[in-house]
């Protein structure tokens, strides 16, 4: 007996004079593969969909027209008062204010009026609309500068309009200076006249004139422009590498979403890592007849109860697969490594496997080396119901659920809990290889002579 064999029984060997045996060994429960390793599996979809994006992103950044942008600055001067009211000749802007006025459609139709070098009644509308909707105003805190930045198309015409309405704000805001100054004298005007027909010389009428006199010698001067727009020489809207980077970003993370969508929409097994995951139990990988390591791998799992150690003489397994070639590649895997110990696997029909398996007997078998093991397979029909399975699990040691990758994991999963915790070890098989290469020999019937390799 080669030493693998004695390998897997090495914790089971007995005496003969052993009266107490050990419970049953399961396996451990699989632990949880982590949410962002399940994700990573679906790198093929993340590749593609982050391929996806960024080309897009490439394409949309070498179609979108550049804009520029042209700032006018310019300092606005407060009014002055009524002098009758006996404050100060100065008030305080609000730059608030200013920047709403700014942002009108009369400063804008006036700054039309100045591009079409037409008088304010003739000015285009639309013009004016598209001046509205293209300016953005700023006033830095604690100052009196208000800036105005237009955004368009074409630099030269961006900093045009600029320029435009920056004058077409200062004339109107030194129309209404210049208008609140003639009423204020206007007043002051009548205010003395109606002193001086009374003969009244009192110091009243002093003051009004040396207010007067002094408003006149103040001119108007509602503010000025401190930084003329000039055409940008770099666009302000984003270049092709902002938009390659968004691509690279935004790629990433849709095609995450999207590797995380399709693993929670897939309902195929796929990989051992999500056989283990929805059943619980560690998945046992056996990529072809020829894996002997999955094959040892399967026996030793098969091997946990030791009460039903396999490959014991006269041992017996169930096979079940929803492809019938994938139950003759286990089988095979299974034949290969116990002819190579000396031993035999004989393929039986469900229908002959009539008497419970009871507990081990003589287990000297574990160390002697001239013991022959031998298997019993019964391959369970694909068709064949939950039912019908369970049933044999008395009257084998284990049963081995093969599955494909494209197999269904929920069916899978419901016929495992079915058949788990009723005798016989169940183990899961991820089994790559669908069917058996032609050609290939087949583990012996029942009939036929057993084979000692």
Same mark, same amino acid.
């Given at each position: 007996?080669?030493?693998?064999?004695n390998?897997?029984g090495?914790?089971?060997?007995?005496?003969r004079?052993?009266?107490v045996r050990?419970?049953p060994n399961?396996?451990e429960?699989?632990?949880?593969?982590?949410?962002?390793r399940r994700v990573?599996?679906?790198?093929?979809?993340?590749l593609s969909?982050w391929?996806?994006?960024?080309?897009?992103a490439?394409?949309?950044?070498?179609?979108?027209?550049?804009?520029?942008?042209a700032?006018a600055?310019?300092?606005?001067?407060?009014?002055a008062?009524?002098?009758?009211?006996?404050?100060s000749?100065?008030?305080?802007?609000?730059?608030? /204010?200013?920047?709403?006025?700014?942002? !009108?459609?009369? +400063?804008? *139709?006036?700054? $039309?009026?100045?591009?079409?070098d037409v008088? #304010?009644?003739e000015?285009?509308?639309?013009?004016?609309?598209?001046?509205?909707?293209?300016?953005?105003?700023t006033?830095?805190?604690?100052?009196?500068?208000?800036?105005?930045?237009?955004?368009?198309?074409?630099?030269?015409?961006?900093?045009?309009?600029?320029?435009a309405l920056a004058?077409?704000?200062?004339a109107?805001?030194?129309?209404d200076?210049?208008?609140?100054?003639d009423?204020?004298?206007k007043?002051?005007?009548?205010?003395?006249a109606?002193?001086?027909?009374?003969d009244?010389?009192?110091?009243?009428l002093?003051?009004?004139?040396?207010?007067?006199?002094?408003?006149?010698?103040?001119?108007p001067?509602?503010?000025?422009v401190?930084?003329?727009a /000039?055409?940008p020489?770099?666009?302000? !809207?984003?270049? +092709?590498? *902002?938009?390659? $980077?968004?691509?690279v970003?935004?790629?990433? #993370?849709?095609?995450?979403?999207a590797?995380?969508?399709?693993?929670?929409?897939?309902?195929s097994v796929?990989?051992?890592?999500?056989?283990?995951d929805?059943?619980?139990?560690?998945?046992?990988v056996?990529?072809?007849?020829?894996d002997?390591d999955?094959?040892?791998?399967?026996?030793?799992?098969?091997?946990q109860d030791?009460?039903?150690?396999?490959?014991?003489?006269?041992?017996?397994?169930?096979v079940h697969?929803?492809?019938?070639?994938?139950?003759?590649?286990?089988?095979?895997a299974?034949?290969?490594v116990?002819?190579?110990?000396?031993?035999t696997?004989?393929v039986v029909?469900?229908?002959?496997?009539t008497d419970?398996?009871?507990?081990?007997?003589? /287990?000297d078998?574990?160390?002697?080396?001239d013991?022959?093991?031998? *298997?019993l397979? $019964?391959t369970?029909?694909p068709?064949?119901?939950?039912?019908?399975?369970?049933?044999?699990?008395d009257?084998?040691d284990g049963?081995?659920?093969?599955?494909?990758?494209?197999?269904r994991l929920?069916?899978?999963?419901?016929?495992?809990?079915r058949?788990?915790?009723?005798?016989?070890a169940?183990?899961?098989?991820?089994?790559?290889?669908?069917?058996?290469?032609?050609?290939?020999?087949?583990?012996?019937?029942r009939?036929?002579?057993?084979?000692?390799?």
């Amino acid at each position: 007996m080669s030493e693998t064999l004695n390998t897997i029984g090495a914790e089971r060997r007995r005496t003969r004079d052993d009266t107490v045996r050990a419970r049953p060994n399961r396996p451990e429960p699989a632990d949880p593969t982590p949410a962002w390793r399940r994700v990573l599996h679906r790198w093929p979809t993340i590749l593609s969909t982050w391929l996806v994006v960024l080309a897009a992103a490439l394409v949309a950044g070498l179609l979108w027209p550049p804009t520029y942008q042209a700032t006018a600055s310019m300092t606005v001067t407060p009014s002055a008062v009524n002098p009758l009211t006996g404050d100060s000749g100065f008030e305080e802007v609000e730059m608030q /204010t200013e920047m709403a006025t700014m942002a !009108s459609q009369r +400063i804008t *139709l006036r700054a $039309a009026a100045l591009l079409q070098d037409v008088p #304010v009644e003739e000015a285009d509308p639309a013009l004016a609309e598209d001046l509205l909707e293209r300016l953005s105003t700023t006033a830095p805190d604690d100052t009196q500068v208000l800036r105005v930045t237009v955004t368009g198309d074409d630099p030269n015409q961006a900093a045009e309009r600029a320029n435009a309405l920056a004058t077409a704000y200062l004339a109107d805001r030194g129309e209404d200076v210049q208008t609140t100054a003639d009423d204020t004298l206007k007043r002051i005007d009548e205010s003395i006249a109606g002193l001086e027909r009374s003969d009244d010389d009192s110091s009243s009428l002093r003051q009004l004139r040396e207010q007067r006199t002094a408003l006149a010698l103040i001119a108007p001067t509602p503010g000025r422009v401190i930084s003329e727009a /000039t055409p940008p020489q770099e666009p302000s !809207s984003a270049g +092709i590498p *902002l938009f390659v $980077a968004g691509g690279v970003v935004g790629g990433l #993370v849709l095609g995450a979403l999207a590797g995380a969508f399709r693993e929670r929409a897939d309902r195929s097994v796929r990989r051992p890592d999500r056989l283990a995951d929805g059943t619980g139990s560690p998945a046992v990988v056996l990529n072809s007849v020829d894996d002997e390591d999955g094959a040892l791998e399967l026996l030793r799992r098969l091997s946990q109860d030791e009460d039903r150690a396999v490959p014991r003489p006269g041992s017996r397994i169930a096979v079940h697969s929803a492809l019938p070639g994938q139950a003759t590649v286990v089988v095979q895997a299974l034949d290969a490594v116990v002819s190579s110990w000396g031993g035999t696997v004989e393929v039986v029909d469900t229908r002959t496997l009539t008497d419970a398996v009871g507990p081990l007997g003589d /287990t000297d078998w574990l160390g002697m080396d001239d013991t022959t093991p031998s *298997l019993l397979v $019964a391959t369970v029909p694909p068709r064949a119901g939950a039912a019908e399975l369970a049933a044999l699990t008395d009257r084998v040691d284990g049963v081995v659920l093969a599955v494909e990758p494209r197999g269904r994991l929920r069916r899978f999963q419901e016929r495992f809990e079915r058949l788990s915790g009723r005798g016989a070890a169940v183990v899961p098989a991820f089994v790559v290889q669908r069917q058996v290469r032609p050609g290939t020999d087949a583990a012996p019937a029942r009939d036929a002579a057993p084979q000692h390799r």
